[in-house]
Structure formats: C-alpha cells, structure tokens
C-alpha cells in the first residue's frame, strides 16, 4: 500500500483565519514533505521531515507552520495567508530522505483558497 | 539554464499511438530519475523510477536513461484517452544535510484523442 492521505480535500480561508492541513502516512516512511503546486507548474518543495525532525526550509514565510507529531503525522499550520498562497498543497513521503533511491509517494492534495 | 528541461507541450495524439516524453538535464550528479503523472487536480503519481542507463519496462510503460547524454525519456505503447494527463520527470540530488530533494520538469501535458 502506498497510500498517503490528506485532509481537508478543499479549503476556503480568510486572511485572517487560522487553519490546518493535515497528512497520513502508513508506510512507515521516515521523510515526509510539504509542496505548494500553483496551476500549470511542477510542485515547489516547502519543507522536509527527516525522522521527525526538520531539516529542510526551502525559505517559506513563517505564515506556514509546519509540525511533525509522530512518524506517521504531518500537519501544516496555516495564519494570516495571502491570496497569492492559493495553491495545491501536497504532502508527499519517502522511505529514507538520505538513499538516493527514494521515490517519493503522493497525497492527493488539499486545494486552498484564500479569499 | 534549467537544470531539467522538459516541453510543456501540449502534446495531442490518436488513441493507439506510441507517446515519447523526454526530459534533459545539466547536473551529472543526479542519480535517481522518477516519472510521474498527474491528473487535474490530483497529486502526482510515480509512474516509473530508474537509477542506470538502460530501459527499464512496466506494461505499456518504458522508461529509459541515457547518463552520457543526460537526457530521459518515458515511453507510452498503445496510448489510451486515460493516459490524458500531465507526466512529470523528477530527479533526486543531495539537499542539505543528508537529506535528498528532487529537481522538477515543468511537466508535459498529453491529450490521447479517442
């Protein structure tokens, strides 16, 4: 099974709420990832889980907040967005971030509107 | 210059036909090459991985890399109006720390006419 899930499928949001994204994993992959995809682009790494901890922030603004409770949970803390953070957001997971076979598994995304 | 080029496209082609995708690259140090397809709206999924040069085959599905010219291709045999979607070609490299990121085509978007 290589199925990573993500909730909410759509969101609506103001700028000035607060919201989360969640993923779920269940393939005991140790790396999991967030990615913005806008329309027509390939999807734009934000940050990496390695074993739970952080190790990579590709520079995103702190109005993202990523948080890994366990191995098998990603959330992605969401306050004071911008319309311009209208995206697909994606979380994605991998068996090892350090083997260079690491393929990459995808969740179905969660389509974010900021109004 | 990117470090992944790949035609965005669109590609149009009759039901039956054999597709070609292809990606270049400049970095010799990837090592893992992933195609992926994506649906409207959907999160990408990994069709094919392959690290040597050489075909790798899954199906109507080949994958082939050739390192020398850092150039990769998937092909698509009797192509289906299914197959419409985007095909993604990514390739993983050393991040920072000891973690690997992968560096993106643009994608190329295929329509299979019935």
């Known amino acids: 099974d290589t199925e990573v899930t993500q909730t909410p499928k759509h969101l609506v949001m103001g700028m000035t709420n607060k919201k989360s994204l969640k993923c779920e994993q269940h393939?005991?992959?140790?790396?999991m990832y967030w990615y913005k995809q806008k329309a027509k682009k390939p999807p734009e790494l934000m940050f990496v889980?390695?074993?739970?901890?952080?190790?990579i922030n590709e520079s995103v603004p702190s109005r993202f907040s990523p948080e890994c409770p366990n191995s098998s949970l990603l959330n992605l803390h969401l306050h004071a967005l911008q319309p311009e953070d209208s995206a697909l957001y994606l979380c994605?997971?991998?068996?090892?971030?350090?083997?260079?076979?690491?393929?990459?598994?995808f969740g179905p995304g969660t389509r974010l509107t900021v109004t | 210059q990117k470090e992944v080029e790949q035609d965005p496209g669109p590609l149009s082609v009759p039901e039956g036909a054999i597709v070609s995708l292809n990606c270049t690259y400049s970095?010799?140090?990837?090592?893992?090459f992933m195609w992926y397809r994506q649906y409207s709206r959907k999160g990408p999924e990994l069709l094919m991985y392959?690290?040597s040069s050489g075909n790798k085959e899954d199906g109507r599905f080949t994958a082939q890399v050739d390192k020398s010219s850092k150039y990769i291709s998937l092909f698509i045999r009797d192509s289906q109006p299914s197959d419409s979607a985007t095909y993604l070609c990514?390739?993983?490299?050393?991040?920072?720390?000891?973690?690997?990121?992968?560096?993106w085509g643009l994608g190329t978007s295929l329509a299979v006419n019935p």
């Open positions: 994605a997971s991998s068996q090892d971030p350090g083997q260079a076979r690491y393929e990459q598994y």
């Open positions: 393939m005991g992959h140790r790396a």
């Open positions: 889980y390695s074993y739970e901890k952080l190790s």
């Open positions: 970095n010799s140090a990837f090592q893992y």
């Open positions: 392959t690290y």
């Open positions: 990514a390739m993983s490299v050393a991040g920072a720390g000891n973690n690997r990121k992968l560096i």
